[in-house]
């Protein structure tokens, strides 16, 4: 349909892999900030509460708010950091894995998703932020709830959802910050509260942004990197001799997961607005339009990825999956990490793993939610 789609509700979609790079890369585009916001008439959509509180998150910051914010967290995992928390992941996945097989015992069948892909990522991010176990679930709850706002057209029900759900959010993650300030320790969160009490006199501002970013962060890594573990593992098992291929080549584990990640992106949606009149792909979009950058049809371009329906592990194909540019995810190590860890372990105490039936997802666009997969072995 070409690179650039009129939307029906307004705006483009950006279907080619090198336009939507373009977007992501170029100055002249800019994310749908607060202030773009208060230029829109649909106060219902840009209003919502949960919009707003998202508003102000990394991900809806432009220059030069965005950079100072992203210059503060510097390189999230570094090798180090990733070096430190390998031990735990793969002692996690272990456990995890344990469950697994035992459901599997039991009841002949297990629901990876539930089980093993959902688990994991609060765990190590909850870990990271030296959150307190017994919060998990509660947080995987609001998460759940909380992006239906950041769907493509939310309804009205959703948005409902979605600000109850932030509101929650506002509340433990604000309490979070307290009692880090309270009770300073040597972990990440109170190291961001040092950092921006250097940087910013204003107590109160300093604290707002530590709650941005400490619940931004928890968010954008739990239903991303759950989605990427089952997806991945769905991919290898639908593929007729993918699994014991990989087990017989453990080597090429990362090229699964990008495959997986270029195949299957957990987002598939992004947007951005143009800050000035630009030409896109030879169509000329005016100040203030939306473009909506769809990751899945980007890497699914043949001009960049030849035969793109085909899983080929081999394929050594390119894929934005983590976005691009200013904006490019934080976590896409993390990310990684896990999955190889899942993988490994997988592939060496599950030889005979099949899915029962196909995945199940949730209801959206822009956060796709593997909600089931069963398997047995
Ligand atoms: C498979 C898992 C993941 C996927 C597919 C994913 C994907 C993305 C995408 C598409 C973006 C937007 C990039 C853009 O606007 O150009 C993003 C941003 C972000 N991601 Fe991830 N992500 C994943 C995991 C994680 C994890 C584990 C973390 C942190 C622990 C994380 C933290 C972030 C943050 C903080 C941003 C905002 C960056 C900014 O706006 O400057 N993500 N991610």
């Given at each position: 349909?070409g690179?650039?789609v009129?939307a029906?509700w307004?705006g483009?979609l950006?279907t080619?892999y090198?336009?939507c790079n373009?977007?992501?890369?170029g ?9 773009w916001?208060?230029r829109?008439?649909?106060?219902e959509r840009?209003?919502a509460?949960?919009t ?6 990394l991900s ?5 708010d965005?950079?100072?914010q992203r210059h503060?967290l510097?390189n999230l995992?570094d090798?180090q950091t990733?070096q ?17 097989a035992?459901r599997?015992?039991?009841d002949g ?5 539930a089980v093993v892909?959902e688990?994991?990522p609060i ?5 990271w932020?030296d ?5 998990y679930?509660?947080?995987l ?8 706002a950041?769907e ?5 029900s959703?948005l409902a959802?979605?600000e109850?759900?932030?509101l929650?959010?506002?509340r433990?993650?604000n ?5 880090r300030r309270d009770?300073?320790?040597?972990d990440?969160?109170s190291?961001?509260?040092?950092t921006?009490?250097a940087?910013?006199?204003d107590?109160?501002a300093t ?8 619940m931004?962060?928890t968010?954008a ?8 573990l089952?997806?991945l593992?769905?991919s290898?098992l639908r593929?007729?001799?993918s699994w014991?291929?990989l087990r017989?080549r453990?080597?090429?584990?990362d ?5 997986a ?11 951005r607005?143009?800050?000035a ?5 030879g169509?000329?979009?005016?100040k203030?339009t939306?473009v909506?950058v769809m990751?899945g049809?980007?890497?699914h371009?043949?001009r960049?990825?030849?035969?793109p329906?085909?899983?080929d ?6 894929h934005?999956?983590f ?8 976590g896409?190590g993390l ?7 899942l993988l490994?372990?997988l592939?060496?105490?599950?030889p005979?793993?099949r899915?029962?039936?196909?995945p199940?997802?949730?209801p959206r666009?822009?956060?796709h939610?593997?909600t089931s997969l069963r398997?047995?072995?």
């Open positions: 349909m690179d650039l009129p029906p307004g483009y950006v080619g090198d336009a373009q977007v992501l890369r100055r002249t585009w800019l994310v749908p900030d607060f202030a916001q208060e829109q008439t649909d106060s840009w209003h509460v949960a707003q509180e998202m508003s102000g998150t809806r910051l432009n220059a030069p965005h950079t100072r503060s510097g995992f090798r990733i430190a928390m390998a031990p735990h992941i793969e002692a996690d996945v272990a456990g995890l894995l344990d469950r697994l035992e599997i015992r039991v069948e297990a629901d990876l998703a892909s688990r994991l765990n190590t991010v909850g870990r932020l959150i307190a176990p017994e919060d679930a509660h947080i709850e609001m998460t759940h709830n909380q992006v239906h950041q493509l057209l939310p309804t009205k959703q959802i979605s109850a759900a932030t929650q959010l506002r433990y993650f309490g979070l910050v307290r009692e009770n300073p320790g040597d990440v969160i190291g961001w509260i040092r921006w009490d940087l910013e006199s107590r109160e604290d707002r942004i530590i709650y941005q970013l400490t931004f962060v968010i890594s739990l239903e991303t990197t759950a989605t990427l089952s997806s593992v769905w290898l593929s007729p001799g014991d291929w017989a453990p080597e090429h584990i090229d699964a997961i990008e495959e990640l270029r195949y299957d992106p957990p987002i598939r949606l992004n947007s607005v143009a800050g009149d630009t030409v896109l792909s169509v000329l979009v005016p203030d939306m909506h990751y049809a980007a890497n371009d043949p960049r990825n030849p035969d329906h085909t899983f592990i081999l394929r050594k194909g390119s934005i999956a976005g691009g540019g200013a904006h490019y995810c934080l896409a990310a990684r990490l896990e999955a190889r860890t490994g372990q592939l060496e105490r599950f005979t793993l899915a029962v039936s196909p199940e997802y949730a666009m822009v956060f939610r593997v398997v047995a072995a």
